[in-house]
């Protein structure tokens, strides 16, 4: 990215966009996985407490 140093923003964006895409797909399943544990968690401390 040293390269893309005092170019315009859409240069930039335009490099970069591509490169976000890629690490979002990724990492989507673990995000997800992470995400509903998470949920899971919480609504059974809710369930306890009732």
Known sequence: MSDM???N???VLRR???IV??????YRAV???TT???LDH???DGERAT
């Open 9 to 11: 923003a859409e240069a």
């Open 16 to 18: 970069l966009i591509p």
């Open 36 to 38: 509903f544990s998470s």
């Open 42 to 44: 919480h609504a059974g």
């Open 31 to 33: 995000a997800s996985t």
């Open 5 to 7: 140093h005092g170019s």
């Open 21 to 26: 895409r890629g690490w979002t797909a990724y």
